[in-house]
């Protein structure tokens, strides 16, 4: 009857749930609003609207009931204390390989198709598989935590120690389950931290930088938001003269606190728009610009479905005019032979591919590398990269990213 429970209150909250602020914010006022939830009702409860939402466009024709159990089904390895809420049929075919429990569907529902989960397949970049990336959106990515420098033994003793399973990817680079509760263990943004493994990888970039020079390089980090980021470039090129930005203050302030924790005391920073014209700050050039321009998203939507669900195709344009915006507002303040990291955590060529056309075609860099990093055949995000260079001339020699 619990479980019974749970599907009703999450087919309400579905009917009441229209997108308008996050799905973790609904829910959370919801639960403070009813304090008869238990942790455990909480978990379990929301565990189906995310559940329901990770089926994204597809089946939109079934009733949201219909919908949440063909959710569920998709989403869970096994029944467990769900089969209450099945009958004989749906348990006899509940494998824990999504592939047969998708097929189990299909035969089921003639019209389901996986690639309608993520429905824009004329959008995406060149390089993703559309149907193996709509697919998944039934999988919960993992937590990844980076292993910040000196700390390489210590943080998996201490997750071995309090009996937490993870999986090394690298030598800095960890992967545990998504529920994970670590703040009591490690310490987070010292010893750690919260980044995705595709976010991680802008160190392969940061290299080739490195590359080129070991003297002290001043850094723009242009759309700071939480600052992991910049705390990524400061432990990889270590001697830098940085400075960040955003538009909202209070996003600058938990960045500050942030940054006590990381052990990053000097650095600059301001409040801006850098949409629009920035040429009222007191900037000076800069050896390095890290532009990671806001965007759709749709890289990460394996982590936040309902996002998935309620996306107007139309934003897309809208983002990659933005972006054009932002680029043409930074790029003036990159000195000659520095260096411009463009990157989005999207998936469309509109904000990818094209907006790297529009670079070449309207400055004077040289691009070195651009690389769409597929992180749904890890349980992780998707981003998109592209190196430049403000130079004519492109040393051949620097070794390729794998």
């Known amino acids: 009857m619990r479980f019974q429970s749970y599907f009703n209150t999450a087919i309400s909250l579905i009917k009441m749930y229209d997108g308008s602020v996050p799905l973790v914010h609904f829910l959370k006022q919801y639960f403070a609003q009813h304090k008869k939830h238990g942790s455990k009702d909480r978990k379990f ?5 995310y559940c329901y939402y990770r089926l994204g466009h597809a089946l939109k024709e079934l009733s949201i009931e219909e919908k949440l159990k063909t959710a569920l089904f998709l989403c869970n390895n096994e029944a467990g204390d769900l089969h209450i809420l099945f009958d004989e049929d749906w348990l006899n075919n ?9 097929d189990f569907i299909q035969k089921k529902y003639s019209n389901f198709l996986v690639e309608n989960i993520f429905p824009w397949k004329v959008e995406l970049s060149k390089t993703i598989d559309a149907k193996a990336f709509a697919a998944s959106h039934l999988i919960q990515p ?32 960890l992967a545990l389950p998504n529920t994970t509760k670590i703040d009591s263990i490690i310490d987070i943004d010292n010893e750690a931290v919260v980044q995705d ?3 991680q990888r802008i160190e392969e970039f940061l290299q080739r930088i490195k590359y080129y020079s070991s003297l002290k390089t001043s850094v723009w980090d242009c759309c700071a938001a939480s600052g992991g980021k910049s705390i990524l470039v400061k432990d990889v090129l270590n001697n830098i003269e940085l400075t960040v930005s955003d538009i909202r203050s209070s996003i600058l302030q938990n960045l ?26 007191p900037l000076s050039a800069f ?12 890289g990460t939507w394996g982590r936040t479905p ?15 005019l933005l972006q054009k915006k932002i680029i043409s507002n930074t790029i003036p303040y990159l000195n000659k032979n520095g260096f411009f990291l ?23 860099l040289e691009l070195i590398e651009q690389k769409l990093l597929v992180g749904y055949d890890k349980k992780a995000d998707s981003m998109f990269m592209a190196l430049f260079k403000n130079s004519n001339v492109i040393d051949s020699s620097i070794p390729e990213i794998n």
């Open 142 to 173: 993992n937590l990844f935590l980076r292993i910040r420098p000196n700390a390489e033994k210590i943080v998996p003793h201490k997750l071995t120690e309090a009996n937490i399973s993870f999986q090394q990817l690298s030598s800095s680079c």
């Open 342 to 364: 463009y990157i989005t955590c999207s998936v469309f060529k509109k904000e990818n591919e094209e907006n790297v056309a529009y670079i070449k075609s309207h400055f004077n």
């Open 256 to 281: 500050r606190k942030r940054f006590e924790k990381a052990g990053i005391k000097k650095y600059h920073s301001f409040v801006a728009d850098i949409a629009t014209s920035i040429s009222h700050f």
């Open 94 to 102: 509940w494998k824990d390989n999504l592939h047969s429990r998708i």
């Open 45 to 49: 409860i929301s565990h189906f609207c």
């Open 287 to 298: 050896n390095m610009i890290l532009c990671d321009v806001p965007c759709s998203g749709s």
């Open 306 to 320: 309902e996002q998935l669900y309620f996306f107007n195709e139309a934003a897309i344009q809208e983002y990659a």
């Open 197 to 199: 493994y595709s976010s």
